[in-house]
């Protein structure tokens, strides 16, 4: 079976294909799966920054399986998160907080002001 790279997504895969095992059952957590094979801008012992799939935009993961960092912990991972967004993308950025489809493990994804997607916004390089 040819190995097929992973990728960092908001969004909680809802098929396993036939005969897939997971070590975290159907109700796998895609952030962590994510967190051991995806393309990182940025990555410390507490957060890593990737590109997330579905929005194309940059979005923070905290390494911890867990949605309430402390404000201090969220402070410096949005911060972590600017910094990408200056070095590697061309938009001005708000960070969006909402969890939509895993809403038990913090991540926050950084978006360009009045919008959603980032297509077509990462820098040249
Ligand atoms: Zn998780
Ligand atoms: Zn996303």
């Known amino acids: 079976m040819p190995w097929v790279p992973m990728f960092a997504k908001c969004v909680r895969r809802s098929i396993l294909r036939s005969g897939e095992m997971s070590i975290f059952g159907s109700g796998g957590c895609e952030l962590c799966e994510a967190a051991r094979m995806s393309e ?5 012992e507490e957060c890593w920054i990737a ?10 993961v905290w390494r911890e399986h867990d949605a309430n960092p402390s404000e201090e912990v969220k402070t410096r991972l949005h911060e972590k998160l600017e910094k990408v967004v200056e070095e590697f993308f061309d938009f001005e950025m708000r960070i969006d907080n909402n969890m939509r489809t895993i809403p038990d493990h913090y991540h926050a994804h950084a978006r360009p002001k ?4 980032g297509y077509g916004l990462r820098r040249a390089k």
Not at 114 to 117: E, N, T
């Open 114 to 117: 009045g919008g959603f997607y």
């Open 40 to 44: 990182w801008f940025y990555e410390d």
């Open 51 to 60: 590109e997330c799939e579905s929005c194309a935009v940059p979005m923070v």
